[in-house]
Structures are given as structure tokens and as C-alpha cells.
């Protein structure tokens, strides 16, 4: 067989969903995350409290980062999160804020999302009630996939969440995109290499027909990732079989044999150390993305929103120096989000030739891959200016448009 035949074979292979549609193990698992997506919303009755400066006596709502004066529905500041639970008669009430905004999602919030809450609620320290939150509320959320978004769901993302960029780090090959999401959304899709600036990535295009709220798609197990860690590794004997399966027309069993052979032996943590070490152009791509102001409030989502996801949080919150324990916190939260749905990904799982352990997300999984970040690239922000090309001006960029000011 010619050199050129075999190369179109194997790209014939890779618009398979090998491992990035045929649920990338992190995505076919489960566990996941919780919410502000339940509207958490507390009254805070009179008392004195001081909003804007201005000593208010009226009562307030608070819902997940977006506050009304009752009696004007006038919207108010997200810094007025903080001045508010500076107070000492409001501490009790942020804490509980928090500790009800990290539960597992409420079934009446969405109708077709799911694993979706606010990163800035889901790294406070419930605990502590003189505390406040280290990322400012109501900007970055995370989710699994909006594939069976209703109508109504995509509205409250819209109106009553804010968020006006969604970032989808599923392959080409990977579900669907509702009707209503791509109207209310529209792809602003970017290419494998960005259009950069001085390594920043450009914002869309400027059309005056063009909506505020936009997609991006990042193939986050790019071609590299699956060349490396699915078919480099794949003994000599299971790729013959596998281009066998491609040629007889049975191309969904193939994931199968790459699954079984290659990613089931790393586990779980084997294929977080491979996202770190052959996803680093996608993991810039999407960083890009999320140093760039006008894009906020920003939704990232995979499959699950449990491991690309995931991956994608840790490292955003450790830019902004946001304390490891509850960079994992957050990450912990997705075991329980996932619960109802962990019998479906258990068999999705084996049809792709894993076991149930990839349809978990244990706080150890993303603690040793944070470690292996740290032993092998010097820490989490080197690995990022060295080898993912995310530069310290960057970074900078990304913590003002996430860390709540003074």
C-alpha cells in the first residue's frame, strides 16, 4: 500500500469520533458540577446595607451574581457581591449563597442543560464566612453540553445569566447545535491557528448585522493529541484492524479497539497527562479567548463539562492565583452533577472500550495532573508561557477580566 493511501486512511480514521466525539473519556464520564444553575436567590431584608456607596434600606435580591433593587429592578454592580458581604450582618447570608449555589443543579433550572454553575460561587469558601469570592460572580460559568437546550434554556443563559460568548471544545464530529442556539449564538469559529496579534487572539469580525452574543469551536483533542496519545501508542496489529474496520464500512467499531488498547490502560489520569502535554495549542487557543474582555460573560462547555472542561477551569482559576484546594472543590462538584446520567455513560463508555472509571472525576484525578503540570513544567503558569505560548501579558489580561477589584 502506497505511503499517500495509508495518509488517507488515517484522516479517514480521525473524522472518526476516535476520541474526541466517541466521548473522549473525560466527556463520556460523569461527574459533574452544580450550580448557580438553579437561580439561587435569597431577600435580603432592610437593615443597613451600603450598595454603590448609597446607604440602602430597601430589600434586595441576589440571584447568582445578578442584583436587582426590588422595588426599581434597577441592575447593580457585580462588585456590589463583595460590599455587601463585607458587611457583617450579610456574611451569613453570602455564606449561604454559597453553599446553596454548589449543589447539584436544580432540574427546574434548565430543561436540557446540565452540570452548569458559576465558577465564582463553586471556588468560595462556604466555610469562611469573612471570606469573599476570588473571581468576580456572574463571568465565567461551566457546563456540559447545550445540545438539547430548549428555547426557554437558551433565553435564561441570554437574559437572566448574561453570557453573551460560548466556548464548545467538542471535536467536529461531536453532537449537535439546536436551532435556536446557533441563532442566538452565532459561530465565530477560529481556525486551528488563530488570528493573532502579538499572540492575542483577534476578536470576530465587526458586523453590524452580527449578533453581541458568539460561539467559538476549539477542537480541544486536536490532531496532535490523537496522533500521540490514541494512534502512536496502538500496537502494530490493532492499527491493521483498525484500518480493516474503516474499510469494510465498520467504522463505529474502531473507537472501540483504540479505547480497550491504548486509553484504557493510561486511566483517567493518563489521559488528563496527555490533554497537558498534546493539547497545548487548543488549551491557548481557548485561553485567548477568555483574556479577551468583550467576550464576557464567558460559558465553556464540552460533552459532560467534566474533563476538557475541566482542564480549561483548573488552569483559568490558577492564573488567577485562586488556591489549589478550591480550584479542586470546583472540579469535585461535577461527580454529583453527573449522577443521574451515570448509568448512560457508563455503557456509552463501553462501547468505546473503557470502564466505568472514566465516568468519574475523583478530586485526585485533576490534583496529580496539577502535580504533573508542576514536576515536569515548573508550575502552571510556566507551562503556560513556555510551551502553550500564553505569555505572562496574557495571563495578566485574564486575571483582570476574572479577579474581582478592589
Not at 456572574?138 to 466556548?167: C, H, M, N, P, W
Not at 491557528?193 to 476549539?218: I, M, N, T
Amino acid at each position: 500500500m502506497q505511503f499517500t493511501s495509508f495518509k488517507v486512511i488515517l484522516a479517514a480514521i480521525w473524522f472518526l469520533p476516535l476520541i474526541a466525539a466517541a466521548p473522549v473519556p473525560e466527556e463520556a464520564a460523569a461527574l459533574g458540577a452544580a450550580p448557580c444553575d438553579r437561580s439561587v436567590e435569597l431577600l435580603v431584608e432592610a437593615s443597613v446595607s451600603e450598595v454603590n456607596g448609597v446607604l440602602q434600606t430597601d430589600r434586595l435580591t441576589l440571584r447568582c451574581g445578578i442584583h436587582q433593587k426590588k422595588s426599581t429592578h434597577e441592575r447593580m454592580s457585580k462588585y456590589d457581591v463583595k460590599r455587601l458581604k463585607q458587611h457583617p450582618k450579610r456574611r451569613a447570608l453570602f455564606s449561604q449563597l454559597t453553599m446553596t449555589s454548589s449543589a447539584p443543579a436544580s432540574a427546574t433550572e434548565f430543561q436540557g442543560v446540565f452540570n452548569f454553575r458559576d465558577v465564582a460561587l463553586s471556588t468560595s469558601d462556604s466555610s469562611d464566612t469573612t471570606s469573599h469570592p476570588l473571581i468576580s460572580v456572574g463571568r465565567l460559568f461551566r457546563s456540559g453540553k447545550l445540545d438539547d437546550a430548549t428555547e426557554k434554556d437558551i433565553q435564561r443563559l441570554r437574559d437572566t445569566y448574561g453570557i453573551r460568548t460560548i466556548v464548545d471544545l467538542r471535536s467536529e464530529t461531536e453532537g449537535k447545535h439546536p436551532l435556536g442556539l446557533k441563532k442566538t449564538y452565532p459561530s465565530a469559529k477560529t481556525s486551528p491557528q488563530p488570528p493573532r496579534h502579538k499572540g492575542v487572539l483577534l476578536p470576530p469580525p465587526q458586523d453590524s448585522k452580527q449578533s453581541e452574543c458568539h460561539s467559538y469551536y476549539v477542537n480541544f483533542t486536536g490532531k496532535k493529541f490523537r496522533s500521540k496519545a490514541a494512534w502512536g501508542p496502538l500496537p502494530l496489529k490493532y492499527k491493521l484492524k483498525v484500518i480493516g474496520l474503516v474499510l469494510i464500512g465498520q467504522k463505529r467499531k474502531a473507537p472501540k479497539t483504540i479505547g480497550r488498547k491504548v486509553l484504557q490502560a493510561k486511566g483517567l489520569i493518563g489521559l488528563y497527562k496527555a490533554f497537558v502535554d498534546y493539547c497545548q495549542d487548543e488549551i491557548g487557543q481557548t485561553l485567548r479567548i477568555l483574556c479577551e474582555e468583550s467576550n464576557y460573560p464567558i460559558l465553556v462547555h464540552c460533552t459532560q463539562g467534566k474533563d476538557r472542561t475541566g482542564l480549561i477551569i483548573a488552569l483559568a482559576l490558577s492564573i488567577c492565583d485562586v488556591p489549589r484546594p478550591r480550584i479542586i472543590s470546583d472540579f469535585a462538584i461535577t461527580q454529583s452533577a453527573l449522577q443521574p446520567h451515570r448509568q448512560d455513560m457508563i455503557q456509552e463508555m463501553a462501547q468505546n472500550g473503557l470502564d466505568e472509571s472514566f465516568v468519574d472525576a475523583p478530586p485526585e484525578v485533576l490534583e496529580e495532573t496539577l502535580a504533573y503540570i508542576d514536576s515536569n513544567y515548573g508550575s502552571v503558569k510556566d507551562y503556560l508561557t513556555n510551551n502553550v505560548q500564553f505569555d505572562q501579558e496574557m495571563q495578566t489580561r485574564l486575571q483582570q477580566c476574572l479577579i474581582v477589584r478592589a
